[in-house]
């Protein structure tokens, strides 16, 4: 199993940015996928998720409105796209696929994270 991220960096508030995790080694379409991020000192917390065909998503009420999660099935890939960023975004992005039976995933896989920082 392996996620790994892509799309990180440092922008001015208010800029965008979209992160990409590719994945491998279990079913994707059959795993729901989520982004968490990490900020120093606090702890990790759930951003986003979308189901495995895509249909639902959930979001933070803190990105509502400015993230945007979606997934491609055929290239079995996840995007965040954000929008209007602000300081308090800053942090380690990841990338998780839960554990599913039916995608052959037996335990919450993550990626390395990427790293976002907003400063002006």
């Known amino acids: 199993v392996q996620l790994v991220e892509s799309g990180g960096g440092l922008v001015q508030p208010g800029a965008s940015l979209r992160l990409s995790c590719a994945a491998s080694g279990f079913t994707f379409s059959s795993a729901a996928m989520s982004w968490y991020r990490q900020a120093p000192g606090k702890e990790r917390e759930l951003v986003a998720v979308i189901s495995g065909r895509g249909v639902s998503t959930n979001y933070a009420d803190s990105v509502k409105g400015r993230f945007t999660i979606t997934r491609d099935n055929a290239k079995n890939t996840v995007t965040l796209q954000m929008n209007s960023l602000k300081s308090e975004d800053t942090a380690v992005y990841y990338c998780?696929?839960?554990?599913?039976?039916?995608?052959?995933?037996?335990?919450?896989?993550w990626g390395q994270g990427t790293q976002v920082t907003v400063a002006s």
């Open positions: 998780q696929a839960a554990r599913s039976i039916e995608a052959g995933l037996p335990y919450d896989a």
